[in-house]
């Protein structure tokens, strides 16, 4: 599996911005798809991560009720839809790919893509 993530750009806090994770690869459609960030300095964090079906998501506490992750398999693409943009979430976003069950740690995915660079200002 190949991804490339795209969408990043500079933004208002408050603002949104939608990710995209385009996917290549016949097993895209049977893995998770994850998110994750790095800021500059820090380590590489889960964002949220959504099931082969799409029925089933999850978030990390810092992004819940603002960020929303879905996918369209016929398009394999997974989206992140980023809401109420703040300061710190600030980051290179990434997607990856998981032939597991769904996990929240880097070490559970696979396939990583190159990230895209959010920047939010204030």
């Known amino acids: 599996v190949q991804l490339q993530a795209s969408g990043g750009g500079l933004v208002q806090a408050g603002g949104s911005l939608r990710l995209s994770c385009a996917a290549s690869?016949?097993?895209?459609?049977?893995?998770?798809i994850g998110w994750f960030r790095q800021a500059p300095g820090k380590e590489r964090k889960f964002v949220a991560a959504?099931?082969?079906?799409?029925?089933?998501?999850y978030y990390g506490d810092s992004v819940k009720g603002r960020f929303t992750i879905s996918r369209d398999n016929a398009k394999n693409t997974v989206y992140l839809q980023m809401n109420s943009l703040k300061l710190e979430d600030t980051a290179v976003y990434y997607c990856a790919a998981n032939q597991g069950p769904m996990s929240t740690m880097r070490s559970s995915y696979e396939y990583w893509g190159r990230g895209t660079k959010v920047t939010v200002s204030s």
């Open positions: 959504i099931n082969r079906s799409g029925g089933s998501t």
């Open positions: 690869g016949r097993t895209f459609g049977s893995g998770v």
